[in-house]
């Protein structure tokens, strides 16, 4: 078995992110319930999806940067083999969506809030409207699963994932992003069984996370 979590040296030019959003912001507390138990309703779905509704159009109007460099560095350094389909859930208006469409030619993003796919370009990738908790997929479909800033469904996530995939996980403002967990935490969820690798980039921080027994 591999060391649990393997973590490389940050990446040039890491900056620390102004203070935003600290451990009592609801997002935070929504993200913890529904990593570790699953608390994740139909009324949940509708709060959530109407809230980044209203929030699209702003949401595409900021820039992207910030995000871009841990997601980069993620697949330069995060051992992620090239080729295969890749999945981004939570894709939003689109900034991850632009790095894996520039590496992988096959990509398809997924969002349950209806605005915030309108707002992503739509050449990147097909757009699908989906709830993370449930996804449209068989298992075993994809050789990535790309994670930013997103709640995380790890019953979901582990089985449209193929044996040898990985799951990329990032949060661009690192513990000051609303959707945050660590990578502790993050392993944990998945459970035994399950390695990771991690570095900080930019102003966040990103973890690659594979099944140990197959590596
Ligand atoms: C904080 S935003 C991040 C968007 C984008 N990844 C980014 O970093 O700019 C979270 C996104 O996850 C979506 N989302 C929340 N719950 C979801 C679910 N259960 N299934 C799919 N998408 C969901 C929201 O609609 C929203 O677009």
Redesign the pocket.
């Known amino acids: 078995m591999g060391v649990p979590i393997e973590r490389l040296t940050a990446a040039p030019g890491v900056t620390d992110p102004e203070p935003f959003a600290g451990p009592d912001h609801p997002m935070r507390k929504l993200t913890r319930a529904v990593a570790f138990d699953g608390e994740?309703t139909p009324d949940r779905?509708a709060k959530?999806?109407a809230l980044?509704d209203g929030m699209a159009a702003e949401?595409a109007a900021r820039l992207?940067s910030s995000?871009l460099a841990p997601v980069i560095d993620a697949l330069d350094r995060g051992g992620v083999a090239r080729g295969g389909r890749w999945l981004?859930?939570?894709?939003?208006?689109g900034?991850?969506t632009s790095v894996l469409a520039e590496q992988f030619e096959a990509v398809i993003a997924?969002?349950?809030?209806r605005q915030?796919l309108l707002h992503a370009p739509g050449h990147l990738a097909p757009r699908v409207q989906?709830?993370?908790?449930s996804l449209p997929f068989a298992a075993g479909t994809f050789r990535g699963v790309l994670i930013?800033?997103?709640?995380l469904?790890p019953a979901e996530v582990t089985r449209v994932l193929a044996p040898d995939g990985v799951v990329v996980w990032v949060n661009?403002l690192g513990d000051q992003t609303?959707?945050h967990l660590p990578v502790e935490e993050v392993l944990e969820v998945f459970g035994p069984g399950w390695t990771a690798r991690t570095a900080d980039a930019g102003t966040g921080f990103w973890a690659t996370l594979r099944r140990d027994v197959l590596r």
């Open positions: 994740w779905a959530v999806s980044f949401w992207h995000k981004e859930l939570g894709s939003g208006t900034a991850g997924l969002d349950l809030s915030m989906g709830d993370a908790s930013l800033n997103m709640l469904f661009s609303p959707i």
